[in-house]
């Protein structure tokens, strides 16, 4: 067999056929034991009046890592001859249009190192079966589109495992022999088996209830370990004010009598909403003042939500094929988002989610795994959980929503619902719905589902003083992505507002771009208007219109719109930035402007803005973002300039950062409410910048804050500041005190790897090797390798692209080693590697050269192989 044809081989959207047989009832008997686990799989089988296909084979997925024990068909057993079976696919040639199906398999969740499937997290068996996991517990059509009714009895030794949980309602349970106890649950909802799940541990549970709008009574329950039980009232606040809002705001209640989240410290992602029975990374659900800073606050506040809102958008109406992904997940970021910005605040959520969305979704636009939101082909489901699929995919339900107005949206998602309810379906029948409620023709717009790339458009204005006629004039174009050389014009909403010389709105609304040029006249202004465009980031492309800083700062201070308020400001320092680059290059003195100095010293003492607003104002655009922007990355330049204007701000607004640093302490208890954030926010940014002046009396400052702190926002503020200024041996000694305080608690500690990992100080690559010896370090844990390897890779630019090219070996050696072990994780690690078209010549040699190392290490996962072949393609 020539090399070519061993390698995986891509599938594609429109090979898409439906199942030819479906799961009525799936009855599954899981016996747990500490060397293997037996599961026996009743399956009520019938041929698919759907299918045209009358004399297909059944087929049904099976990982090669499962142990086939027993088959049969309404109790004939079969032999090895009545089936076929390869590494992925079991075929029984001749069966009856409806059977039983009994299966019985040997799996061994204890050496499940990839986290999919039926494993062990430290001592308690968990499952995660989204995309293709459950073929790795039994052998079963593993596809979203088969949908079919479970009931599961789990049964293990009742000591080592008091707690057997699985999907929708606990109905029977007792004890078995030898110590053995079991429960038996059903799940009346029918569902595709990337669903299902099953925890078996020794957990503390945390218990509330909530009445449903119609009355209803629904247990709670969040489990975790008991040393963490004082870690779970956030996420069950979060959980009820979610299950509200979902009412409120889209009319959906929840529909079992009991949810339950269970907290599990390996993990690959973040958490997973399997129906009833949500499984969670402890870092999106364990949350307390002392061990959890705001921020991580807020990421389980939006993460419990995300993963409730998916009980309807992807559970009682799921998708119909994985390329149809982003149906559920952006339309549930884009819930989750909206929640979010209810419960706090608004314009900081929006600046928060664009800046995640320019930096690192256009990345992933501008790179070799760029792919359309409804992607049409792929090696590995796995490697498209991307933010394309999530975040831009919640951008284009976010366009859909601004084109039709709350109101016509709402109608669109209940009809949705309503005409949906118990199907996999896909991004048309969703478009179709928003159509259908509207009336609109929303053609044009769903090639936002089918081009890749990030849109461009350009703007241009004329004034016409004797008419007093104002015309804009917009020209959109999408850059070439891998497999799509041309793109058609998107219909895409551009929010905008028109400003007067004395800050009033002189007009404001949403224009709609169709054609690859297009004007828009606005009549009778008595004066030539600064244009505010596309507000609140009303569509997910790259905006330009060549604004003086007389216009941004204008904008700055009159702008009803928060989101382009910060814009404008954004736009300034990224301007100056980038010209400061130039001079970097060129060996040029650099200066920052007076008149910047002085706007962001009246945004300082301006004591009737938003804390919050004013932190966002003034930290500088991050290095990922400039990067992002630059043509070619110059990984140096941007570093050197963005410290250099950190260096002069600070000492230039010393008595300013020190005055607001004050104003925002205050002497009171911790409380988590927007508004005490939002001071936090701006006063460590006022210690960043007091830090980097150097002197002596901020390190003092910085230390006592350490010390004193009552809360986790404020203390590792303090210690990540001080151990990435040039104070290196108060750096030192706050991470040992740090680690003296915290070395029991694993999120925290996951933080004081992280805050070393990205530190860009020389010599970044051999701290992060002794980083891999200590003790708590565990390769087999995906949130230390986060902690660590990505830490590094992703967000340490300096130290991982050293010229000598040894942060990218670091990085292929632990692709290398990760490839078998969790592939997963070794592909999305792998992304830094991925962008080396972006780099100079010589870094671009190294990066590929790594590259080609890992291609070359042979026998690479589905995973791996996708994303590196593609990145030297
Ligand atoms: N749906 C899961 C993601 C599953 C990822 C599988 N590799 C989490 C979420 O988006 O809610
Ligand atoms: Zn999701």
Redesign the pocket.
Known sequence: MSQEMQQPQPIYLKDYQVPAYLIEHTDLRFELAEEETLVRATLQVRRNPACTRTKAALELHGHESVELCRLSIDGEILSERDFSRDDELLCIPAVPSRFTLECVTRIHPQSNTALEGLYKSDGMFCT?C??EGFRRITFYPDRPDVMSVFRTTVVAERARYPVLLSNGNPVESGDEDDGRHFVTWEDPFPKPAYLFALVAGDLAVLEDSYTTASGRSVKLQIFADSKDLDKLDHAMLSLKRAMQWDEQVYGREYDLDIYMIVAVDFF??????NKGLNIFNTSCVLASPRTTTDAAFQRVEGVVA??YF?NWSGNRVTCRDWFQLSLK?GF?VFRDSEFSADMNSRTVKRIEDVALLRTAQFAEDAGPMAHPVRPESFIEI?NF?TLTV?EKGCEVVRMLHTLLGAELFRKGTDLYFERHDGQAVTTDDFVQAMADVSGRDLTQFKRWYSQAGTPRVEVSDSWDESTGQYRLTFRQSCPATPGQDKKLPFHMPIAYGLISASGDELDAGVLELTDSEQSFTFDGLAERPVPSLLRSFSAPVKLSYPYTDAQLMHLLRHDSDGFNRWDAGQRMTVGLMQSLMVDYRASRELAVPESLIDTWRGLLLDESLDPAMVAHLLRLPSEAYLAELADEIDVEAIHEVREFMVTTLARALQDEWSEAYRRCSDDQAYTADAAACARRSLKNLSLGYLLATGEEVWLALAEEQFNTADNMTDQQAALALVVHSGFRHAGERLLAEFQAQWQHEALVMNQWFSIQASDPWPGALERVQQLQEHPLFDARNPNKLRSVVAAFCAQNAVGFHSADGSGYAYLADWIIQLNKQNP?IASRLLTPLTRWRRYPEAAQGLMRGQLQRVLESGDLSRDVYEVVSKSLA
Do not use: K, L, P, V
């Open positions: 995660q989204e995309a690959n992602m973040g958490a997973m909403e995300h993963e998916h997940e549930t796995s959980y999530y997963q």
